[in-house]
């Protein structure tokens, strides 16, 4: 599963592929300039924390972004996951010629950055566009001698990741859970939720971040409130609000 620009998609493409056959799914992004997914706004690391939680063996990057650009990403994201890293760059940052597209990158930069990859802990590099064989003949040359690194694991904790942001609980530090979003003792949210209305709840988000939460409970129970219905729709109105 490759060059993905949105993680809610990549995730479900995960669950798809786990769920008709038990092969090792790997998966990789695509990551803008901004470092971050182009539609969801996502990092490396909350992408890692995402898709392994999803069940996939490996998590990545492709296309994109040269190899330079890349590098920090990789870091990022291979600080996040124990799972095995992919990387696969394009050949440089593609400009315009004469209208035609152009990758100024070399197969040796190709190389002597695939290098680099693997002492950031990648275990699997490759090339994406405007690469040919010689590309490949280069990385192989430059890893010839590099050992994988083995001493990556998972952070510790409980983690939380939302389309935008992870929340790590158990690394000693005081997370704060913004209770706000529940009808109890609340009228106007109670009635917003009985009509299918998710402003209010949008707006408690918003102020809860505002306010230093690190994560939402969402709670939609009331009387005439149709839970099953109202809680899903909640979630995903918040997911384009709050990180």
Do not use: W, Y
């Amino acid at each position: 599963i490759e060059t993905m620009t949105d993680i809610a998609e990549a995730r479900c493409a995960v669950l798809a592929a786990r769920s008709v056959c038990d092969l090792p799914v790997f998966v990789t992004c695509t990551f803008g300039l901004t470092g971050r997914m182009d539609l969801s706004g996502t990092d490396p690391a909350t992408a890692a924390v995402i898709l392994e939680a999803a069940g996939a063996e490996a998590v990545g990057l492709n296309c994109g972004l040269g190899p330079e650009q890349m590098l920090p990403l990789v870091e990022q994201m291979a600080g996040a996951t124990g799972l095995p890293i992919l990387v696969l760059p394009n050949a440089g940052l593609p400009r315009l010629e004469h209208g035609e597209t152009v990758f100024p990158g070399t197969a040796d930069q190709m190389g002597e950055h695939a290098g680099r990859f693997i002492d950031l802990g990648a275990s699997l590099v490759g090339s994406c566009c405007g690469s040919t064989p010689a590309f490949t003949g280069a990385i192989f040359d430059f890893v010839q001698g590099k050992t994988v690194r083995t001493d990556r694991t998972r952070p510790v904790g409980v983690h939380l990741a939302g389309p935008r942001r992870v929340t790590r609980i158990g690394e000693g530090g005081l997370v704060l859970i913004g209770e706000r979003i529940n009808p109890t003792g609340k009228p106007a949210l109670a009635d917003s939720l009985r009509e299918g209305s998710m402003t209010v709840v949008r707006s408690f988000a918003v102020e809860q971040e505002q306010a230093g939460a690190d994560a939402l409970d969402v709670n939609v129970g009331a009387p005439g409130i149709e839970a099953l219905g109202a809680l899903p729709a909640a979630v995903l109105a918040l997911v384009g609000t709050s990180d």
